[in-house]
């Protein structure tokens, strides 16, 4: 069956970086792109950007350009997201999703990490 | 970009009754490419409905979508228990690869 899991909770700085891991398994890692999708405390679903597992394409939402990068590394079959600059409205919970191959949109989805920032 | 907005922000009904959301989208957008997720506290979101009207593997009938153009709706006919919690709507896109949540309405016990 289709696994996400991410990597556990992190606490920074303000100015500093984060890199959350998102391992998957249960099927072909190059056949679908992950999308990442945060949730600050007590708010809505914000979609964060998506990257191609086949061949790194990236779509990163406007807001967030400059500031995160997405990877893969098919060996592992990992996806990463990496955050710089980290402010206190960064916190949230950071979900990673996959596609189902019959629904088209993010059906399968990572446990999520919550990212604190505070100094 | 597309604005997607839920209404209302909280609903309070009672288990066995009708619940009714709505999501309007600043433009049009095709129904191939709206979903609908529950999300309950601590949880990740878990997808209901896909192409506005077709429910995702394992959910129960008694959750239905529908809709077009601007204007979308999920029923959950006959409230359970478990299905108090908060529900979003999503626009998805494929070329770029983009997604679009709106605020989310939360369906809590009255």
């Known amino acids: 069956q289709v696994q996400l899991v991410q990597s556990g909770a992190e606490v920074k700085k303000p100015g500093a970086s984060v890199k959350v891991s998102c391992k998957a398994s249960?099927?072909?890692?190059?056949?679908?792109?992950i999308s990442w999708v945060r949730q600050a405390p007590g708010q809505g679903l914000e979609w964060m950007g998506w990257?191609?597992?086949?061949?790194?394409?990236?779509n990163y939402a406007q807001k967030l350009q400059g500031r995160v990068t997405m990877t893969t590394d098919t060996s592992t079959s990992t996806a990463y997201m990496e955050l710089r600059s980290l402010r206190s409205d960064d916190t949230a919970v950071y979900y990673c999703?996959?596609?189902?191959?019959?629904?088209?949109?993010?059906?399968?989805w990572g446990q999520g990490t919550l990212v604190t920032v505070s100094s | 970009e597309i604005v997607l907005t839920q209404s209302p922000g909280t609903l309070s009904l009672s288990p066995g009754e009708r619940a009714t959301l709505s999501c309007r989208a600043s433009?049009?957008?095709?129904?191939?490419?709206l979903a609908w997720y529950q999300q309950k506290p601590g949880q990740a979101p878990r997808l209901l409905i896909y192409?506005?009207?077709s429910r995702a593997t394992g959910i129960p009938d008694r959750f239905s979508g529908s809709g077009s153009g601007t204007d979308f709706t999920l029923t959950i006919s006959r409230l359970e228990p478990e299905d108090f919690a908060v529900y979003y709507c999503?626009?998805?896109?494929?070329?770029?690869?983009?997604?679009?949540f709106g605020g989310g309405t939360k369906v809590e016990i009255k």
């Open positions: 999703a996959r596609d189902g191959r019959l629904t088209g949109t993010t059906h399968y």
């Open positions: 249960g099927y072909t890692f190059t056949s679908y792109g």
């Open positions: 990257i191609s597992a086949y061949n790194g394409n990236t």
């Open positions: 433009q049009s957008v095709s129904s191939s490419y």
């Open positions: 192409g506005a009207s």
């Open positions: 999503q626009q998805y896109g494929s070329s770029p690869r983009k997604l679009t």
